[in-house]
């Protein structure tokens, strides 16, 4: 059974920075794509940003330029390092995996909360 631990959540004012991190249980070279999604109250789940073994990065429109993610396949983690965040940003964060290409995200972690408020 796949397991995927983040953490790094917490509360942060606007304009601040936090990191997020993803771990999972097995090799994370075993995912060919590891992603971010993040839920707002009362809002659907999203796509944040996802990263391929190959390092192919794609992000949501909204945190283009404040986001970054990556993969540190020697600490077997996924980062997702988030500058100049907004209110709007405030959300539950989840991490994602899936083994093949073209297909859906099969593997979630619990998620952790990023509070984005003064």
């Known amino acids: 059974q796949v397991q995927l631990v983040e953490s790094g959540g917490g509360l942060v004012q606007p304009g601040g920075s936090l990191r997020i991190s993803c771990v999972p249980s097995?090799?994370?070279?075993?995912?060919?794509?590891m992603a971010w999604y993040r839920q707002a109250p009362g809002k659907q789940r999203e796509l944040v940003a996802e990263?391929?073994?190959?390092?192919?990065?794609n992000y949501e429109d909204s945190v283009k330029g404040r986001f970054t993610i990556s993969r540190d396949n020697a600490k077997n983690t996924v980062y997702l390092q988030m500058n100049s965040l907004k209110p709007e940003d405030t959300a539950v964060y989840y991490c994602?995996?899936?083994?093949?290409?073209?297909?859906?995200?099969?593997?979630w972690g619990q998620g952790t909360r990023v509070t984005v408020s003064s």
């Open positions: 990263i391929s073994r190959g390092d192919w990065r």
């Open positions: 994602a995996a899936k083994i093949l290409p073209g297909r859906a995200f099969e593997y």
């Open positions: 097995g090799s994370l070279l075993a995912f060919h794509t």
